[in-house]
């Protein structure tokens, strides 16, 4: 059983580990960051090699690395740098810091839920009452948002009142893209265009020359158009060429942050030839994350 003080000095060493990419860490740097005399650390460090925690890296540049065993010792899940699971304050991600673990302490309570998050590295620049956003994890894609109400620097854990929960499905928008999609063509004229936004109860729609997508019709290019008095000139002259085309394997994840960097409510699905393959709006990724038609609705 491990005691108070070895449990801060191995979390530390993780922790230092951590930010200098594999390199040894020296027993002073530990016993600074923890305030304490570097004798203290070198004595607690032979307790620590003998229950094979901590290995000793002799010469000049030595010090001491962690084995998996500290991780395990610490209930740390070991990562690679490809596994970072980051956490950003202000918007702002924090450096040389990583998500080992998040459990939910709370969730049976309505109205709250609390997570109790492990973190590998220093967390002495998260403070209560900070908002922090963690995630995505790499394997569910699951992000966590809320207020830093607790703080365990023993254990590098911090408890947060959580606001959202959201986690996005490994899906790609090939496998939630509406395949039967209406179009224009560039000869399209502007009432002809209308009469289909309309009839298919749409926003907008791609425009097709020889096969191929070249831009996309709105309800605002409608508007534009009547406003400017184009209402005589054709869908391909009006058209909005802010048109973002993917592949139909990029994930849903990837999805979201095109259309939130771009600024836009529809990606275009084609092929490397830019031929059309389907449409996905931000509906349809909403409809992706919510799931709601897979819970029933309970009434009172």
Do not use: W
């Amino acid at each position: 059983m491990l005691t108070s003080v070895q449990k801060e000095i191995l979390q530390t060493l993780i922790n230092l580990y951590q930010s200098s990419n594999g390199k040894s860490i020296k027993g002073e740097d530990i016993a600074e960051v923890m305030n304490r005399n570097p004798g203290t650390i070198r004595n607690q460090m032979q307790s620590l090699r003998s229950l094979g925690l901590v290995k000793g890296v002799p010469g000049p540049r030595g010090g001491y690395k962690p084995t998996i065993e500290a991780y395990h010792a610490l209930n740390i899940n070991v990562s690679d740098n490809d596994s970072i699971v980051p956490i950003y304050k202000n918007g702002q991600k924090v450096e040389d810091i990583s998500v080992a673990k998040i459990e939910f302490t709370s969730v049976p309570q309505p109205g709250e839920c609390e997570a109790a998050i492990k973190v590998l590295g220093s967390i002495k620049d998260l403070n209560l009452g900070d908002t922090i956003r963690i995630g995505p994890t790499p394997v569910n894609n699951l992000g966590v948002t809320g207020i830093i109400v607790g703080r365990d620097d023993m254990d590098n854990i911090l408890l947060v009142d959580t606001h959202t929960i959201r986690s996005i499905p490994k899906q790609t928008v090939g496998d939630i893209a509406s395949r039967d999609v209406v179009s224009f063509k560039v000869d399209c004229s502007v009432k002809e265009a209308a009469r289909k936004l309309v009839d298919n109860e749409i926003d907008g729609a791609p425009v097709i020359k020889d096969g191929k997508v070249i831009g996309v019709f709105t309800l605002t290019d409608l508007v534009n158009s009547i406003a400017n008095d184009n209402e005589d000139k054709k869908v391909g002259e009006l058209m909005s060429t802010n048109v973002v085309i993917v592949n139909e394997d990029l994930k849903i994840a990837n999805a979201i942050d095109i259309m939130l960097k771009k600024s836009i409510s529809r990606l275009i699905v084609a092929d490397n030839n830019q031929t059309l393959l389907g449409i996905v709006t931000r509906t349809d990724l909403l409809d992706s994350i919510t799931n709601l038609k897979e819970f029933p609705i309970i009434t009172n």
